[in-house]
């Protein structure tokens, strides 16, 4: 085997997260008196943390104060509402059941808040996914390695056996800060043009595509 070690990204990778995300920010927006956004920018916000899709939805020059506020408010809204029209991508929950039966141990590292990465892990993913890290306090975020490290110490994992599948340019960025292998997935946030520019190693369609590059 090639690899036993599979870590995901999680929004646009494993979960497509877009809706409930559009209408968290949006409660946000609407509640502050700003201009809702449209699901295209949105799409187009998320993938470098809450801060980052809070701060893009904002007005441009909102202070840092409004800012904070604003992201405060979106952690509650969003953790009361991620798994209204959250679901799994077609061929996800039976790529992660044959990775557990091939025995290749899997995790997820997201830039989703830690504590929202764990309840969805948990809620779509129970016993399918090994180890799962949102953005934290104790390491920076993606494109940053450190949370993909973490999960390789938890796996037991080593860079030349482990794999980094995502949807984004920071998740091949990251791949490729930590070391290790990456392979982009079309189906998600970003196109095959960002992947491509990024260096993805590999590039899939199709979630049961993966299993061909492990062996």
Same mark, same amino acid.
């Given at each position: 085997?090639?690899?036993?070690?599979?870590?995901?990204?999680?929004?646009?990778?494993?979960?497509?997260?877009?809706?409930?995300?559009?209408?968290?920010?949006?409660?946000?927006?609407?509640?502050?008196?700003?201009?809702?956004?449209?699901?295209?920018?949105?799409?187009?916000?998320?993938?470098?943390?809450?801060?980052?899709?809070?701060?893009?939805? !904002?007005?441009? %020059?909102? /202070?840092? $104060?409004? #800012?904070?506020?604003?992201?405060?408010?979106?952690?509650?809204?969003?953790?009361?509402?991620?798994?209204?029209?959250?679901?799994?991508?077609?061929?996800?929950?039976?790529?992660?059941?044959?990775?557990?039966?091939?025995?290749?141990?899997?995790?997820?590292?997201?830039?989703?808040?830690?504590?929202?990465?764990?309840?969805?892990?948990?809620?779509?993913?129970?016993?399918?996914?090994?180890?799962?890290?949102?953005?934290?306090?104790?390491?920076?975020?993606?494109?940053?390695?450190?949370?993909?490290?973490?999960?390789?110490?938890?796996?037991?994992?080593?860079?030349?056996?482990? !794999?980094?599948? %995502?949807? /984004?340019? $920071?998740? #091949?960025?990251?791949?490729?800060?930590?070391?290790?292998?990456?392979?982009?997935?079309?189906?998600?946030?970003?196109?095959?043009?960002?992947?491509?520019?990024?260096?993805?190693?590999?590039?899939?369609?199709?979630?049961?595509?993966?299993?061909?590059?492990?062996?």
């Amino acid at each position: 085997m090639k690899y036993d070690t599979v870590l995901f990204d999680l929004d646009g990778t494993l979960l497509y997260t877009l809706d409930d995300l559009e209408d968290s920010v949006n409660a946000v927006l609407l509640k502050r008196g700003y201009r809702q956004r449209t699901k295209e920018e949105i799409k187009q916000f998320v993938g470098d943390g809450a801060k980052m899709l809070i701060t893009r939805s !904002l007005p441009p %020059g909102a /202070s840092e $104060t409004e #800012i904070l506020q604003c992201l405060a408010m979106f952690r509650e809204i969003y953790q009361a509402n991620l798994q209204n029209k959250t679901r799994p991508y077609e061929g996800i929950p039976a790529l992660l059941k044959k990775l557990k039966e091939m025995g290749i141990k899997t995790g997820v590292v997201s830039n989703k808040p830690d504590e929202a990465t764990k309840v969805v892990c948990r809620i779509y993913f129970q016993g399918d996914i090994d180890v799962a890290i949102g953005d934290n306090i104790d390491r920076k975020k993606k494109p940053e390695p450190d949370n993909l490290y973490e999960a390789m110490n938890q796996l037991g994992a080593v860079k030349e056996k482990t !794999l980094y599948v %995502g949807d /984004s340019d $920071t998740d #091949i960025i990251t791949a490729r800060n930590a070391g290790v292998d990456s392979v982009g997935v079309t189906w998600g946030y970003r196109s095959r043009e960002t992947l491509e520019k990024a260096g993805a190693g590999n590039i899939i369609d199709k979630p049961e595509q993966l299993i061909a590059l492990l062996i």
